[in-house]
């Protein structure tokens, strides 16, 4: 049995795009493109990356290798625990930056 495929609207850095896609992909679909949309945000905001193609090809390249490197047996416990350890000392910063009485 085939699965219609219908338009989706997905968006990327504040940009809407367009894809067909079967209606059971639907869903995974739309989580990949809210990891995306993270992973080029995290990018951009980092300032280290100018220009939304080389914004695109790292956060691609990011990913890829997380993908190799969860194929090649490494866990993917570990590569969830990274991303959270890197948005968990984002936070901690953002809240430090809000308190300075906090600082020693």
């Known amino acids: 049995m085939q699965s219609t495929v ?3 609207t997905i968006t990327l850095l504040d940009k809407q795009y367009q894809i067909n896609c079967k209606q059971d992909e639907r869903e995974e679909l739309i989580e990949s493109a809210r990891l ?15 220009g939304l193609e080389r914004i695109a090809i790292m956060a ?22 990274a991303g959270l350890e890197r ?5 901690g910063t ?4 809000l308190n300075p009485s906090n600082k020693i």
């Open 6 to 8: 219908s338009p989706v």
């Open 36 to 50: 995306l949309n993270f992973r080029l945000a995290e990018i951009k905001n980092s300032g280290a990356v100018i």
């Open 60 to 81: 691609a390249l990011n990913l890829s290798h997380e993908l190799v490197r969860t194929q090649k047996g490494g866990d993917a416990g570990q590569v969830v625990g």
């Open 87 to 91: 948005l968990q000392d984002k936070i």
């Open 94 to 97: 953002a809240i430090d930056s």
